[in-house]
């Protein structure tokens, strides 16, 4: 079961960096492209209700030019369904979203959101696209996100990076389960080079997808190094991990 770990990129900061100043340097699809020349599996874009960083002229551009599977992060509103649909990215990963957060800062809640949920998922599946949920590492949730119909669970690492006592076993229980579920498993949020071997070592988890740590590193020794560091360091825990 100890498949390759993939590493999804995300771009989102690079977009906030852009608009501090406005205009259109530096552009994300560029960034992304970047990315993927360096090795990146995957890109991933969060486009908010709030519109703080990704624009839309941005995933419409990401979503229909990049060669490699795009993680199209959105809100379960009617309007960002609608977005996705036509977009039909590869993937779309369901986060919960306040407009007072700086960042996202915790799992979806999916046990008290089924009914919102099921319909907007039976849409995106409908559209032939793959659906994720981000959610904390609680059994509850995860037989929740298989009610719903999602095919694939994103485990917040958030908890894990800030080092909250028992976070590792809590992950290393959650992924497990995704397998006796029948749900691909992915995790991240606040991975850095630091703490990403023990997430990277769980046999069952199939991608990582981490973006402000790599965007933040990519200033001091560039973007391909920083991409190939990360992966390097992913493998070599895979290794381990067997």
Known sequence: MNQAIRLGVNVDHVATLRNARGGAHPDPFTIAQA????????ITIHLREDRRHIRDADAEKICAEISVPINFEMAATEEMTTIACRLKPHGVCIVPERRTEITTEGGLDVVSHQAQLKPIIARLNAAG????LFIDPEPA??????????AVVELHTGAYANNRPGELARLTAAAALTTKLGLECHAGHGLTYANVAPIAALPEIRELNIGHYL????LL???????RHMKGLMSAARLVGK
């Open 215 to 218: 965007v933040g590193e990519a």
């Open 129 to 132: 696209i793959v659906v994720s």
């Open 221 to 227: 020794v560039g973007l391909p190094e920083t991409i």
């Open 35 to 42: 990315c993927v020349a360096a090795g990146a599996d995957g």
């Open 141 to 150: 949730q995860l037989e929740a996100a298989l009610a719903v119909g999602a």
